[in-house]
């Protein structure tokens, strides 16, 4: 293996910072959204490379795995995150409040409204009957809360995750919003890689086969492409929960 100074991986990482240190010198209102999966906490970690006080913020649901709070907690005291969380719920979760986090509750009332009223008409989940209004309610919602404020956020998208993000671009602008996808040319491979060489601790679930991380009954191990288990056996599997191709702002 050649050694990072003379690896096409140095230079992946030099290219990373550079889309970064675009967004922050020229767009005042900035922040990275972080989901604590590992394209996101890659980003967030370069991203504080280049600012290490950058804004956070993160887009939880009550459906998120136990590991992925209890990863949320241990890597934003880790990294010292400027983090905010935007949850649609009526209180933050336990492990949220004992460790004093940032968490911006969003009213759950309409969630709760058509996740019932699908129960009665179906007897099923609102996740699998209409996981599209679901992502919509509990993380579209939420997500053009967090950047309404913001001229520019700055995400772990990649295009060689699936099917549906092949097509994005290093930055893009989507309404009155530009966003930053400064890993959007790196492999799976690379991500791993860049996380053994900075030592960032892992989420536990990626040990069990799990490759691309959301909501616990929309996420299972496995797949051709790290996207395939996200909604499994829905019409939407493999797809996009929507926050980066509706227009948020």
């Known amino acids: 293996m050649l050694p990072l100074s003379f690896s096409p991986m140095k230079e992946k990482i030099q290219h990373a910072k550079e889309l970064i240190r675009y967004a922050i010198e020229n767009y005042p209102k900035v922040a990275v959204a972080c989901s604590f999966g590992k394209d996101s906490i890659v980003t967030t970690h370069l991203a504080q490379q280049v600012k290490k006080d950058i804004p956070v913020f993160s887009i939880m649901t009550m459906f998120k795995p136990r590991e992925t709070f209890e990863y949320l907690v241990k890597m934003s005291k880790l990294m010292n995150m400027n ?49 599209d209004e679901c992502c919509r309610l ?26 549906t993000r092949r097509d994005f671009k290093e930055i893009e602008k989507r309404g009155n919003l530009v966003k930053v996808n400064p890993i959007l040319n790196w492999t799976e491979a690379d991500v791993w890689r860049y996380i053994a060489i900075h030592k960032i601790p892992v989420h536990p679930l990626y040990a069990e086969g799990y490759r691309s991380l959301g909501c616990a ?12 288990g996200r909604w499994k056996g829905t019409s939407k599997c493999g797809g996009e929960c929507g926050i980066h191709t509706k227009i948020l702002k």
């Open 138 to 163: 509990l993380k579209v919602e939420p997500t053009k809360v967090a950047v309404k404020d913001l001229d520019c956020w700055i995400c772990g998208l990649r295009n060689t995750e699936g099917r």
């Open 217 to 228: 009954p929309c996420s299972h191990p496995g797949g051709e492409f790290e996207r395939d």
């Open 83 to 131: 983090l905010k969380i935007y949850m649609v719920a009526n209180e933050p979760p336990e492990i949220f409040k004992k460790n004093g986090l940032n968490v911006i509750l969003l009213p759950p009332s309409e969630f709760f409204e058509k996740a019932k009223k699908v129960k009665e008409e179906t007897g099923k989940e609102i996740y699998e009957v209409d996981p």
